[in-house]
């Protein structure tokens, strides 16, 4: 019976595996949106009646209750958007934190509540 003997990779056998793990990095990376692009679209929140949809252009429109709000956004760090709009002439500012853009699902924390909502379709 032989027996196999443990050797280590081999230098060549090394820098392969390292070059793999490069181009999967670089694979993985090209393949996923920045938020400002994949943000884009009419969201809901399951259960009530607020929806509100991001713009290319950086407008936003968000209605409740029927009552809709004009306004715009912009992104302000790796994983959070700022809010501006006005209701009843009174200015208002929020920031969408900590925003995970999976599929059809988004996770934010708004206000210090962690919020998951749906693309709608």
């Known amino acids: 019976m032989k027996t196999h003997k443990h050797t280590h990779p081999s230098p060549i056998w090394r820098s392969f595996q390292a070059g793999l793990l490069v181009i999967a990095t670089l694979f993985i990376t090209a393949c996923s949106k ?6 884009i679209g009419k969201w809901e929140k399951a259960g009530e009646t607020a929806e509100f949809e991001f713009f290319n252009d950086g407008t936003i429109l968000m209605i409740q209750d029927e009552q809709k709000i004009s306004g715009t956004w912009v992104k ?10 006005a209701t009843n002439g009174t200015k208002e500012t929020v920031v969408f ?7 059809n699902q988004m996770k934010i924390k708004f206000n210090g509540k962690d919020v998951s909502v749906t693309r709608k379709k």
């Open 34 to 39: 920045p938020i400002e692009k994949s943000i």
């Open 76 to 85: 302000v760090g790796d994983k959070r958007i700022k809010i501006e709009g």
């Open 97 to 103: 934190e900590d925003i995970e853009i999976s599929g």
